[in-house]
């Protein structure tokens, strides 16, 4: 990430996004993952681990609630899903399909690659694509796992110790339950797209505590609660609409555990200290934008990612659907001073992104109550 000197023109973005261009899809194309044949990546990381001693319990009253509702809210991943469920993936993709106004969409495909597709490419395309999807909400999850141990170790409160304990037992199960979903209901695995990667690299290896919340709890976990709706209101997989249930109660707690901890925290930072923190959710929005590009399926389909998804990023769906990702994140941000902080730095990064629209949207830290009030079960 980088640093609060970064140019304070708002419409450059060099600096912090590495092209000038938000929708510069060919520099956004060219950043490409590897996965290292070990199956492990290591991240270097230097922070302070923090004792306190000072034990009083409650002495944050919301992050103490927050807390006891974690304790009666677990769930065990093995027994509380119906794993026996049957699932074809084929007719899952048609039925989403059907739902979205078919293979395709409404797009003019002249003079791209898939003007020739028909119903067998597209079908095999929504394939690739929901193990795709799974497969970034898993890696998504190991990223939280990590982070949120991270917190445990350098948050300076017993409070926040307590219930990012507590979260830590939530994302081992989610890492649980998405690999087991696509490990015995799908037909695939994809490496962590190179932009989450670079992301979650960034969250882990700052040294300041509240940018690990800021960029897991806030920015990564916000998306994430949103994209988890979307996808259990589209699929037709009653043990995928449960699962998704379990995890987005707990999700919603974690996005409060956010912004709950860093209100306090923000409220005593300097106008150049915030202006850190809006960067670093500038460059966090826009780096989870671009992986939604999905250009490790198309190549897997044998088709130049360049060639496709600048038409296909023009379907008004699109852009409309890619916004409603941030319906979470944008409130939140502001309940945190920081769509407004450091002169409104980050409310005109937001309007360029397109979903500055969000912002007086229910904040998680008052609407993760309704999450946990629809039974998991239900």
């Known amino acids: 990430m980088t640093s609060g000197s970064a140019n304070t023109d708002p419409s450059a973005n060099r600096d912090i996004i590495g092209r000038d261009e938000i929708d510069d899809f060919e520099a956004i194309l060219s950043v490409v993952g590897h996965e290292d044949p070990s199956g492990l990546h290591d991240v270097h990381n230097e922070y302070d681990t923090t004792f306190t001693w000072d034990y009083e319990k409650g002495a944050r009253p919301q992050l103490n609630k927050l807390y006891e509702k974690a ?15 049957d699932v074809d993936q084929e007719a899952l993709v048609i039925a989403n399909a059907a739902a979205t106004g078919g293979f395709g969409g409404d797009i003019d495909l002249s003079g791209t690659p898939l003007v020739s597709w028909g119903d067998k490419e597209w079908l095999q395309f929504g394939v690739e694509s929901q193990n795709w999807t799974l497969s970034q909400f898993l890696h998504g999850e190991q990223g939280a796992l990590v982070c949120t141990s991270k917190i445990v170790e350098s948050v300076p409160w017993i409070d926040a110790k307590y219930y990012a304990a507590t979260q830590v037992m939530d994302e081992a199960r989610h890492v649980e339950v998405f690999a087991k979903y696509l490990n015995e209901k799908l037909s695939g695995h994809y490496p962590i797209n190179a932009h989450l990667g670079a992301l979650l690299d960034d969250i882990i290896s700052d040294s300041r505590w509240d940018m690990t919340y800021l960029g897991m709890q806030i920015m990564v976990e916000g998306l994430a609660l949103a994209a988890f709706g979307f996808m259990r209101q589209m699929t037709t997989d009653p043990l995928l609409q449960k699962l998704l249930r379990y995890v987005m109660a707990d999700e919603a707690r974690h996005v409060a555990f956010g912004v709950l901890s860093l209100q306090e925290h923000y409220a005593g930072l300097s106008a150049h200290e915030l202006r850190e923190r809006q960067e670093f959710a500038f460059e966090a929005a826009v780096r989870m934008r671009d992986r939604f590009l999905q250009q490790e399926v198309w190549d897997r389909m044998g088709v130049d990612p360049k060639a496709v998804v600048p038409v296909l990023q023009q379907a008004p769906d699109r852009a409309v659907f890619q916004g409603l990702l941030f319906s ?27 979903v500055i629209q969000f912002e007086d949207w229910a904040d998680t830290g008052e609407e993760y109550e309704d999450f946990a009030a629809v039974p998991a079960a239900s």
Not at 72 to 85: K, V
Request: hydrophobic letters at 30%.
């Open 71 to 85: 304790k009666r809210s677990q769930w065990n991943g093995e027994t509380d899903l119906p794993w026996d469920t």
């Open 328 to 354: 979470k994140i944008v409130p939140n941000c502001k309940k945190l001073g920081l769509l407004d902080g450091a002169d409104g730095w980050l409310r005109t990064k937001f309007t360029e992104l397109g």
